[in-house]
């Protein structure tokens, strides 16, 4: 850990973010998920929103969540897209289209 002192590292709290602390959604982060599906599921567009889901897995992810790592989605559409082969490729396309807008 370059510029940390051994006695900073040895003594103070934890300077590196914990994996599950990057998957934690803020209040804020879930107020704009909401107002960009108005509550309506972001696959179907038919049923109402009930689940944020990560397009990267909570795992995986190497940033803090934001909204564009989430959608808004009825329990149908998250059971397909984390449980199922389709959903799971669908979910990848996802991601690989937001990097390439990025």
Do not use: F, P
Request: glycine share 4%; aromatic share 6%; with cysteine.
């Amino acid at each position: 850990m370059a510029g940390i002192s051994k006695k900073d590292q040895l003594y103070n709290k934890r300077v590196k973010t914990t994996q599950r602390q990057k998957g934690v959604i803020s209040n804020h982060v879930r107020e704009l998920v909401y107002e960009r599906s108005n509550g309506i599921c972001e696959r179907c567009s038919s049923q109402r929103a009930m689940q944020m889901a990560h397009l990267i897995g909570r795992k995986q992810i190497d940033h803090v969540t934001t909204e564009n790592d989430l959608w808004h989605l009825c329990v149908m559409c998250h059971k397909w897209l984390d449980e199922t082969v389709e959903g799971i490729q669908y979910k990848r396309e996802k991601v690989y289209e937001n990097e390439d807008l990025s």
